[in-house]
């Protein structure tokens, strides 16, 4: 694993990840469709996130066991957060090295709607398996 640097639109709110994979992921559930317009692309970073201007970001509790940062000047998305574990997936978007990523999941594919597919084989879950796996009953 080695460092990456990512940033929002306007540039204005920088972020480190030290510790990430390369697996993409796709989450089709009803609230990242709506905060990302279709299906939250995201890459798994961990914990070991550095956000600089955090001036700039402001947070929303979408769930009790999550919330979503996004720049206040431009409304780039920038992360998905879990509460409990301060554990980051980071917008696949914003980070300036991609050559190394792999779409590879999916989750909540039981919410995705008809009139999109992704041509890529990929391991995916339902909502029931996703919240069986950290058990929890709401998106």
């Known amino acids: 694993m080695s460092v990456e640097k990512a940033s929002c639109l306007c540039g204005e709110v920088k972020v480190t990840v030290a510790d990430h994979n390369n697996n993409v992921g796709a989450c089709h559930c009803s609230i990242c469709r709506k905060w990302a317009g279709g299906p939250f692309m995201a890459i798994d970073c961990g914990t070991n996130v550095s956000i600089g201007s955090t001036d700039s970001v402001s947070v929303y509790s979408s769930s009790e066991w999550a919330e979503r940062g ?18 980051y997936f980071i917008s696949a978007g914003l980070f300036e090295n991609t050559d190394n990523f792999v779409f590879d999941h999916q989750v909540f594919i039981d919410n995705k709607p008809h009139y999109y597919d992704f041509a890529n084989s990929t391991e995916d879950m339902t909502q029931a398996q996703v919240f069986a796996m950290f058990g929890d009953s709401d998106e």
Request: charged residues 20%.
């Open 70 to 87: 996004f720049c206040k000047n431009c409304g780039s998305h920038l992360f998905y957060r879990l509460k409990e574990t301060q554990q």
